[in-house]
């Protein structure tokens, strides 16, 4: 491959890693616009992004060569796509109501070291001294942040988005712990349109349970800012991210959106006003740390 196609792969990853990571500062603005539940707007923000996942599918669907999926195939990505796309983004919303976007995405990003966890559980993988390391410093990292955050605002609900946002990171790793063993065979692209489609249904399933048929009403300011995070926040860093997979490998890409928690507390410095403390620029340090050396050996 030339030097080229490698500069545009990680120039993709990077992209799309900071764009990711715009995802909570989109969803603490909307947050502060107006009185909204997180399954409203997870609703709102796939109902603007589905319609480029169908596309997708569709378009890969009828490929020429197209490996039409096994019914086990099709459950699997399924139920992946709910736990990944549905279970984790409505875990990950709620606590944002309550937590710091920084300390949010710190959260987050430790889902390399549960994924570590559920593979020597699952597939009995044993953990290495290195692994074990990386594991003590990554969640040493972790407790900084969330003391620096206590002692700024203490309030139940910290102890209550830490635990929201937990969830997320666990019930993600399971997905890309599961996505591990699909993705090779189905392929990176297909199977993320496939499995955000499935994860779209148990939103809007749960959005018409909780409150009806009826289209709730928001402000134009609320509507604009779910498009922007559609469009910003999932399909152009989706899109990017799985090619720059293809151009320069998991492992490399995995290593540039790293840069994901540190753009995340920028952002939120630029965009919200949140203060940037030693304790949080400390507790990254360790955290991408402890990531990093997790992902090193794979």
Known sequence: MKRSDYALGYAMALTGAMMFSAKAIYVKLIYRTEAIDAISMLALRM????????????????????????????????????LGYYVSSLLDFMGLAYISAGLERLILFLYPTFALVIGAVAFKRKITKTQFWAL???YAGMLVVFAGDVRQEWSPGVITGCLLVLGCAVTYAFYIVGGGEVIPKVGSMKFTAYALCFASLGIFAQYFVTHGAELRHFSGETYWLCFQMAIVSTVIPTFLTSEGIRKIGPGNTAIVTSIGPVATIVQAYIFLGEPITWEQLAGTALVLTGVLMIGKGK
């Open 47 to 82: 109902a603007f992004a589905l319609p480029f996942y169908i596309i997708t599918a569709i378009v890969l669907f009828r490929r020429t060569g197209n490996v039409k999926l096994t019914p086990k195939q099709w459950a699997w990505v399924g139920v992946l796509g709910l």
């Open 136 to 138: 003590a410093i990554a």
